[in-house]
């Protein structure tokens, strides 16, 4: 990527690329600006149908479930938007109050940082696929119950082996966790590469754009996430 595109990107996410007053000078060209920007009955439904369910099956599959509590109060299921054979998937936790409304995942504030963030590292939104670990709006926004996201899981195994992408982003605690089965916190699980299950498809974990919209002084490390990723993505063919 040109390197005046990737300022404009790095601006559009929040990040300062120079210092007011001491400005350090900016890379040369072909270096990346790491420094400046450093400091997830019937037999229909069952998990086996699931689990050899095509696109159309699984996506009328998850609109119309009901193997937890939370569907009595959506107004739709959000089953995820994008390519279907994307290289990237990028994961988050649960549609919020805009995505239950239209029906598709990150659309609302943090969506629009989301947005930033891919094309910060050269993706448009179109060109990956993006889920939440759990498919249905929990109400007032609170986290997912564990047993939300195990009556969903099947759902998000199905997308990943549908799509086989080259990475997952996992974006914030509730799709780490759930991803990763650990409760450490995203700071710790941060810089690592680690695995999806027993697929072998590498997963990198970063912040939740809404959680860098309330801290954006965090932004810069999800900048280094952004770019372990892409170095893991490049390295994985
Ligand atoms: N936050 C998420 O984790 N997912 C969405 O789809 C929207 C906000």
Not at 25 to 39: F, I, L, S
Not at 96 to 113: H, S, T, W, Y
Not at 129 to 155: F, Q, S, W
């Amino acid at each position: 990527m040109e390197q005046h595109k990737r300022y404009q990107y790095l601006e559009a996410m929040g990040i300062q690329t120079w210092q007011p007053r001491q400005a350090p000078p900016r890379p040369a060209a072909g270096q990346a600006p790491v420094m400046e920007a450093a400091a997830s009955g019937s037999p229909r439904g069952t998990d086996s149908a699931i689990a050899a369910m095509d696109w159309s099956e699984l996506e009328a599959t998850i609109k119309s479930c009901t193997r937890c509590a939370l569907h009595t109060q959506r107004t739709q299921a959000v089953p995820g938007v994008g390519h279907r054979q994307a290289d990237w998937l990028i994961i988050g936790e649960a549609p919020g109050a805009d995505e239950d409304k239209q029906g598709e995942p990150f659309v609302g504030r943090a969506g629009k940082l989301l947005d930033q963030m891919l094309l910060a590292i050269g993706l448009k939104r179109e060109e990956v696929y993006i889920t939440n670990i759990v498919k249905c709006r929990p109400p007032g926004n609170r986290d997912p119950k564990p047993e939300e996201a195990a009556a969903c899981e099947n759902y998000l195994r199905r997308q990943v082996n549908l799509i086989q992408p080259k990475i997952i982003l996992a974006v914030g605690r509730i799709a780490a966790h759930n991803l990763l089965k650990t409760d450490q916190r995203v700071g710790a699980l941060r810089g690592k590469r680690f695995e999806y299950a027993d697929t072998g498809i590498p997963v990198v974990i970063t912040y939740h754009p809404a959680y860098l919209l309330r801290s954006p002084g965090e932004k810069r490390k999800a900048w280094q996430d952004l770019l372990l990723a892409r170095r893991v993505m490049d390295d994985s063919h």
